[in-house]
């Protein structure tokens, strides 16, 4: 199991150009943005540019916690790999195990590294346990984009199929999670929809750290639910795909 | 009476409207080499995937060394080379058959499997640039890397051309030759009558011979065939050969039908000394094969 997931990092880590995207991209458009648009248009009590760092390694942990997941994984489904592991003794479920592991280590740097570039550029200045706390939380808030990525890879027959899904939730977890506008610019429905996503869970509980307040259980419940029913839908695909027919 | 290594009994498992085999019982004993033969939709890959646990039957038992095929396999005592596996991008050709030697409880050697399997030097290679001969030794590489006791092919040489599958199947017979159990499904009669020690006729999800290929090719009566051309033979002496059956002419070529083509070669020769354009042909056991599922239709 161990050496499975340490196979499927070192797999990822040779496939630099997804790597880099999926890495650099976050931080680079966090730039991007914070020199273009320097006019801020949210009101959450904090630095402007703190803000939009979370806003941005939020999409980092989005961006790589479904696309290191999902396509990879309907890959190596479409070419008959996962029933080929299936007929050895790895334990079932370990290459969903693998995939969740992958991505959630390569979550990190991609969240860590808008945090360096907000530092770096924007001057913005935590002390490093704070840093740490940001970073962890927001770190973790990727797991229900993993297992919804992951989800994407077991229920969606094909890796070309599987990219548009991941496109796809990208854009809307993104769009309607209130990361562009803030949700209380929306219409009422997607204001009420935007605080139920887990873009917005997480990006409140990033808020909530920066400005060193007590962490809002909305946000917990919402990323907590996410996490709980994606990886319950995922299991139920797994059992689905892998029993025997 | 030894315990067999794998077994189906009255096995019946429908695929969607059709019936995929049907009442189908078979036994592969230790250190057995047995052939699984038929036309695409006999049902080959349904009876490998009742003994890898891939598929449930409908009806009737499968066990593979007494125990249900999952558990067989949860125990390293099974490896496959399935019909469609494709290997993971990015990986390296030894790091894979290390990944899966590391999943069983008592296997091969690494570098015994990279001998095995004629991939010592492509051992650092990642498996995106191996041409389709050597992906399919590493797929074999990864069957056998656990060192399991059984065996299991499904038309593993089928993108092969002649020499990567007499290599193939050389390798494969070392693997099992220290008494291990080999069971492969194949639509080529050649190489079923020169790996297996039985052959398993399948039709349409049943079995329809299951013996040696000697046997079978007797047991049908199928004939060998000598050949040559009709210039200077006296054609109703021909006819009176020892053991010829049938005599037909084509084309200026006259073909005897024989069930002793050693005989009948001799009194040939005796007879028309100058003889041109002989041929002789084993009874093929693609006679025996129509024979046999003609048989079943209608």
């Known amino acids: 199991m161990l050496a499975y997931v340490r196979l499927e990092i070192l797999r990822q880590l040779r496939n630099r150009q997804a790597l880099l995207f999926r890495i650099a991209l976050p931080a680079a458009m966090f730039v991007l943005f914070r020199t273009l648009l320097v006019e801020d248009t949210r009101s959450a009590g904090l630095p402007p540019d703190a803000d939009a760092m979370v806003v941005f390694a939020v999409f980092g942990a989005l961006f790589s916690g479904l696309f290191a997941s999902g396509p990879p994984l309907a890959t190596e489904r479409a070419i008959g790999w996962l029933r080929q592991l299936r007929v050895t003794p790895l334990p079932p479920g370990s290459a969903v195990a693998g995939k969740v592991a992958a991505a959630m280590a390569f979550a990190l740097p991609s969240v860590a590294l808008v945090l360096i570039a907000a530092a770096v550029t924007q001057g913005i200045r935590f002390g490093m346990d704070q840093w740490a706390v940001l970073l962890a939380l927001l770190w973790l808030a990727a797991a229900p984009f993993v297992a919804l990525g992951v989800l994407i890879g077991l229920a969606v027959t094909d890796p070309e199929s599987a990219q548009s899904a991941a496109s796809l939730s990208l854009i809307l977890l993104w769009v309607l999670g209130g990361m562009v506008t803030e949700p209380s610019d929306l219409p009422a429905v997607f204001e009420t929809l935007a605080h139920g996503l887990p873009t917005n869970g997480a990006a409140e509980l990033g808020w909530a750290s920066v400005r060193e307040d007590a962490m809002p259980g909305s946000a917990i419940a919402v990323v907590g639910a996410w996490t709980a029913g994606t990886a319950a839908l995922t299991t139920l695909a797994w059992h689905r795909l892998a029993g025997p027919r | ?298």
């Open chain 2, 1 to 298: 009476m030894v315990e067999p290594v794998a077994c189906l009994c009255e096995v019946t498992r429908r695929r969607g409207d059709a019936l995929a085999v049907e009442d189908l019982s078979l036994e592969i004993g230790p250190a057995e080499t047995v052939a699984l033969l038929g036309p695409n939709g006999a049902g080959k890959t349904t009876t490998l995937e009742l003994m890898l646990g891939l598929v449930r039957p409908d009806r009737g038992l499968v066990r593979v060394l007494g125990t249900a095929p999952g558990t067989a396999i949860a125990r390293g005592a099974i490896g496959a080379m399935l019909q469609e596996g494709g290997l993971p991008a990015r990986a390296g050709v030894a790091e894979l058959v290390d990944l899966v030697r590391g999943l069983y409880p008592r296997p091969l050697a690494l570098g015994d499997v990279l001998v095995l399997c004629d991939l010592g030097e492509l051992a650092e290679r990642r498996v995106e640039a191996l041409s389709g001969g050597e992906r399919q030794r590493v797929r074999l590489a990864l069957a056998v890397a656990g060192g399991p006791e059984l065996l299991v092919l499904d038309e593993p040489t089928a993108a092969m051309d002649v020499a990567a599958r007499l290599s193939f199947w050389k390798r494969s017979a070392d693997y099992v030759s220290g008494g291990r159990s080999l069971v492969f499904a194949t639509h080529r009669l050649e190489e079923a009558e020169a790996v297996a020690d039985r052959i398993v006729m399948l039709s349409r999800g049943r079995v329809v011979a299951d013996a040696s290929p000697e046997e079978l090719k007797a047991s049908i009566g199928v004939r060998a065939r000598v050949g040559f051309f009709r210039d200077r033979v006296p054609l109703e002496l021909v006819e009176r050969l020892p053991a010829v059956d049938r005599v037909e002419v084509v084309e200026g070529r006259v073909t005897l039908q024989t069930f002793d083509p050693d005989r009948t070669l001799r009194a040939l020769l005796e007879l028309v000394p100058e003889l041109d354009g002989l041929e002789v042909n084993g009874p093929r056991l693609e006679e025996a094969f129509l024979a046999l599922t003609e048989g079943q239709s209608g």
